[in-house]
């Protein structure tokens, strides 16, 4: 299976801020990447599909790229609804896999 | 709207079954792959289990391969996940998602403790 792999797990950033996760497939999924935001409590919210497609309704400070094995999630200026876990998922291969998550908490 | 709700969660022993439902609206159910996604308590998503719309492609997590099932019943707008020899790890929240890649629509969960 492929595996994917988030960093940082931990990220402490403060409103306005520019912020980078990245996560690397061990091996390529071309662009077959998603990115999701989980709240406590809550379900995962899609962001963006094929590693750069914002999805419909998400912020334009959500933007994803990368393909291959490496991909990133940039928030361009960070605002307070954004303190959250952000995962990664790969559908590139017959299995499923997600990375570990990175959490997003304020500074 | 589209609705899933998970049903069939609870306590079970290690060694135990479970029987997850999973029952669909809003939407032609036969014509999507559907998904069981777990999260252990305070943990990351795992990817369980996704299933072709007409049922005969089904693909298993290797942590869970020959101990779970999943099916669907079409007419019944329905998906099920049978859990045999529960073990411990098992414990998460398990949720009905509709699709098998970007996923916009999940159910609300179902919450399988395996404890003693």
């Known amino acids: 299976d492929i595996q994917m792999t988030q960093s940082p797990s931990t990220l402490s950033a403060s409103v306005g801020d520019r912020v980078t996760i990245t996560c690397r497939a061990s091996q390529s999924i071309d662009n077959w990447l998603a990115w999701y935001q989980q709240k406590p409590g809550k379900t995962p919210k899609l962001l963006i599909y094929k590693a750069s497609s914002l999805e419909s309704g998400v912020p334009s400070r959500f933007s994803g790229s990368g393909s291959g094995t490496e991909f990133t999630l940039t928030i361009s200026s960070l605002q307070p609804d954004d303190f959250a876990t952000y995962y990664c998922q790969q559908y590139n291969s017959y299995s499923r896999t997600f990375g570990q998550g990175t959490k997003v908490d304020i500074k | 709207q589209v609705q899933l709700v998970e049903s069939g969660g609870g306590l079970v022993k290690p060694g135990g079954s479970l029987r997850l439902s999973c029952a669909a609206s809003g939407f032609t159910f036969s014509d999507y792959y559907m998904s069981w996604i777990r999260q252990a308590p305070g943990k990351g998503l795992e990817w369980v289990s996704y299933i072709s719309s007409g049922g005969s492609n089904i693909y298993y997590a290797d942590s869970v391969k020959g101990r779970f099932t999943t099916s669907r019943d079409n007419a019944k707008n329905s998906l099920y996940l049978q859990l045999n020899s529960l073990r411990a790890e098992d414990t998460a929240v398990y949720y009905c998602?509709?699709?098998?890649?970007?996923?916009?629509?999940w159910g609300q969960g179902t919450l399988v403790t395996v404890s003693s």
């Open positions: 998602v509709r699709g098998y890649s970007g996923i916009r629509q």
